[in-house]
């Protein structure tokens, strides 16, 4: 290990935030910049998508809720793509590139499993439309809530803007879980929707648990040694489940089987928000 590699590692092991590219060994500074444009694509992708349910949400009250997703979603892909900036990542030509591309969407009926179809770094959920006002909430239900799980461990990683970055992303993703939740329970409860609810969760909890990642891959020792995650994927997947599950419960909604593919899943848990 090179000295700079060592002082790194020492900084990283003693609980000391890097702060810098100036700090970062290559290898570092490549892990990160991959995280980072995961995140912001997915949130732009996620933003871009969410924009038709401005005008086709049920209600006033719920289409001024819509507009601020979107502009939640936006704000934090600006967020995101300003720590990419800082690193020296050229974010103005990547967003020119991928733009109209993040904001492609598949047939509804389409399973692409885990597979990434673009050249952007967008999470593999967000190919799929929401085509309807119980898809738009089991997203907000099960994806959000995913994002969640996984951003718990960037609040403790290595690299001190993207934990602070974190801390107003994480709180506006728990509005959006909240909202979801609200809807979920309202439409499971109500015997004219349950039907629909509990066809909708089972395709949108599937999706979700497929974002995770396979147990103890490779990529993920490497992000858990230099602290940009912290809990091998397969334990932030469980939890998921776990809050998931115990929800149901309470709604009467049944957890569908997930039957993992692991060669399929992809060797990295995707982060979005």
């Not at 001024?64 to 892909?77: F, N, P």
């Not at 309807?132 to 959000?144: H, I, K, Q, R």
């Not at 990683?157 to 879980?177: M, N």
């Not at 909890?205 to 995650?229: A, D, E, H, W």
Request: with cysteine.
């Amino acid at each position: 290990m090179s000295d700079g590699a060592g002082d790194m590692m020492a900084k990283i092991n003693g609980g000391v935030r890097l702060e810098s590219a100036e700090e970062m060994t290559p290898e570092y500074r490549d892990n990160l910049v991959h995280l980072l444009t995961m995140q912001a694509d997915s949130e732009l992708a996620g933003g871009y998508g969410y924009v038709p349910w401005i005008t086709k949400a049920p209600t006033v009250e719920e289409k001024h809720v819509v507009a601020q997703i979107v502009k939640d979603e936006l704000r934090h892909a600006a967020v995101m793509y300003g720590l990419l900036g800082d690193l020296g990542f050229d974010v103005d030509t990547h967003v020119r590139k991928h733009d109209e591309t993040l904001t492609m969407r598949i047939e509804a009926t389409a399973d692409i499993g885990t597979a990434r179809i673009t050249s952007d770094k967008r999470v593999n959920i967000f190919y799929y439309p929401i085509d309807t006002w119980a898809d738009f909430v089991f997203f907000n239900f099960c994806m959000d809530r995913g994002a969640g799980h996984q951003l718990e461990d960037v609040r403790e990683c290595s690299y001190g803007p993207w934990v602070r970055a974190i801390d107003g992303i994480f709180k506006e993703e728990k509005f959006h879980i909240r909202h979801g939740e609200y809807w979920v329970k309202r439409l499971s409860e109500d015997p004219r929707t349950h039907d629909e609810a509990q066809a909708t969760f089972g395709k949108w909890f599937i999706r979700t648990m497929n974002i995770f990642g396979r147990p103890g891959s490779p990529k993920n020792q490497v992000y858990r040694r230099l602290r940009l995650k912290l809990r091998d994927n397969d334990e932030v997947r469980q939890a998921f489940a776990s809050e998931v599950k115990d929800l149901c419960e309470k709604f009467g909604l049944t957890v569908p089987v997930w039957t993992p593919k692991w060669a399929e899943l992809p060797e990295e848990a995707h982060i979005p928000g």
